[in-house]
């Protein structure tokens, strides 16, 4: 019966829905209301270029000697020195543990081309939450029966890429020491220890898994490493996901915290940086375009005052914000004519995914708003009508956009501080992926925001947690074999004269 009844009021709403061209139409003093309500979520191009200018001032206390400890951007070096260039090639094996399953990978390079076999592996609860050395040793097992599998054991040991999506301090290619455990896991005895140092000793303890670990990294760093293999114009690699996060390829020499750490001249003049963005506005900077909405779910959050980026843009925090706001337009008796829903008004009741749902019933030709509807009902409200699926999808896409646009400013922020006259974004992470206007939004903006003459374009990146982890091992190998061949031929040079 309610569904018949709101079939017979969307028919009606069909005929209403022209008069101010945004599809309400009826009830046009509430839509006012509610624009009002909303409007601080609109960010113009100007406060987009203030907050540019406040990210660049950021990102530089970050690299500068004198203020990285104390930045909110902590712009950490990845200790990656270049990015593919074609030539790589031969086996590499990959793993990647950045959750419940891990990986384990062996990839075949040769020019652009690619060859994957993978295996995924279950890590048991009781593991997650156990000691270091029985995860490790876990780990371990897992890649020896990888190495029988696939003919491996007992031949020459192959350069290994460990993608560790975890908050690492990196104090070098090979050395990530765990800050904090996060997504479940407890594994005592690894906080504060290096990873890699833990993955040698699980496998020296067996006897019979002999490896060559050359790489360590995280997710991002993998994003753009994955993408450069085929356009090797990527120097930005962007996660929009859960989390948000970028990277891109810094000049050595403009990095002053590395002064006497890192030798430009030992190698290329560059390093790939990655930003550690989320925390941008942690000191403050965003304080100028966050609306109650915003406090009310950082204060509701796990990690107040902190990440405060990254909760305007990620998915872990784009459909509770699309919540806050719905609770308070209800409560103002602006939506479902003032009729509460337990589920509603409960926090994480409303999933990002829903957001990219009810916005995908934008883009339908007769707008029945049925996707909206029907999560609606789910939630428990009754007295849903076609203005209120309207009035929902017009806030989710308030929401969305701003985060697009505030995600597009940070790369626009990148693309004019390199100043490189073309250079291909790569990006992954499931609000990227599946929200059904987020790619175009963010490349229009960006577009509007960067300065005149550079060139750049969006690609989607596949698989950067493994075959980028087997990339940055290939690279590794390669620029460490180039800064041999540099030492033989200035000791040739030497002994000749």
């Not at 203020?67 to 950490?76: D, E, I, N, R």
């Not at 929902?392 to 990148?414: P, T």
């Amino acid at each position: 019966m309610k569904r018949a009844a709101f079939q017979c009021e969307r028919d009606r709403f069909a005929k209403l829905r022209a008069v101010d061209g945004s599809g309400i139409g009826a009830d046009y003093d509430d839509v006012r209301l509610i624009q009002e309500i909303c409007k601080s979520l609109l960010v113009s191009d100007e406060k987009l270029r203030e907050l540019m200018d406040l990210m660049l001032l950021s990102m530089e206390e970050g690299l500068a000697k004198e203020t990285a400890s104390t930045a909110a951007v902590k712009m950490l070096p990845s200790y990656v020195r270049s990015v593919p260039n074609g030539t790589e090639s031969g086996h590499f094996l990959a793993l990647d543990l950045g959750g419940t399953n891990f990986r384990v990978l062996l990839i075949t390079l040769e020019g652009k081309k690619a060859d994957m076999v993978s295996k995924i592996y279950r890590i048991p609860d009781s593991l997650m939450k156990g000691t270091g050395q029985v995860l490790f040793d876990h780990i371990a097992d897992c890649l020896a029966k990888f190495m029988v599998e696939h003919d491996l054991s007992g031949k020459p040991k192959l350069p290994l890429g460990f993608t560790f999506s975890f908050p690492c301090r990196q104090e070098g290619l090979t050395c990530a020491r765990l800050i904090n455990w996060t997504k479940g896991f407890s594994a005592a005895g690894v906080e504060g220890k290096d990873v890699v140092t833990l993955l040698r000793e699980a496998c020296q303890r067996r006897k019979d898994v002999d490896i060559d670990v050359v790489a360590v990294l995280n997710d991002t760093t993998g994003t753009l490493m994955a993408c450069a293999h085929k356009e090797n114009t990527c120097q930005v690699g962007v996660i929009v996901g859960t989390g948000t996060n970028a990277c891109y390829v810094e000049k050595i020499s403009r990095c002053g915290k590395l002064d006497g750490e890192m030798d430009p001249n030992d190698g290329p003049d560059e390093v790939i940086i990655n930003t550690e963005w989320g925390a941008f506005g942690d000191d403050g900077r965003m304080d100028s375009v966050r609306t109650e909405f915003d406090r009310n779910v950082d204060a509701n959050s796990i990690n107040p005052g902190k990440q405060i980026f990254e909760k305007m843009i990620s998915g872990m925090y784009m459909g509770e914000l699309v919540r806050v706001v719905l609770e308070h337009l209800t409560k103002e008796g602006l939506l479902f004519e003032g009729s509460t829903s337990t589920a509603l008004f409960r926090r994480g009741a409303f999933p990002t995914k829903y957001v990219s749902e009810i916005e995908s019933d934008l883009h339908e030709e007769d707008r029945t708003f049925q996707n909206t509807f029907n999560i609606l009902e789910d939630l428990g409200l009754e007295r849903i009508t076609p203005t209120d699926c309207a009035n929902v999808a017009y806030v989710c896409s308030l929401v969305s956009a701003r985060a697009a646009h505030l995600c597009a400013a940070g790369i626009a922020v990148l693309l004019n501080r390199m100043q490189k006259p073309m250079v291909t974004v790569g990006v992954d992470g499931s609000v990227y992926r599946f929200h059904p206007t987020f790619k175009q939004l963010l490349d229009q903006k960006i577009d509007q925001l960067v300065d005149r003459g550079l060139e750049f374009q969006l690609m989607l990146s596949e698989d950067g947690s493994g075959k980028g982890a087997a990339l940055v091992a290939a690279v590794a190998c390669r620029v460490e074999q180039e800064r041999v061949q540099r030492l033989l031929a200035q000791q040739k040079i030497s002994n000749s004269s």
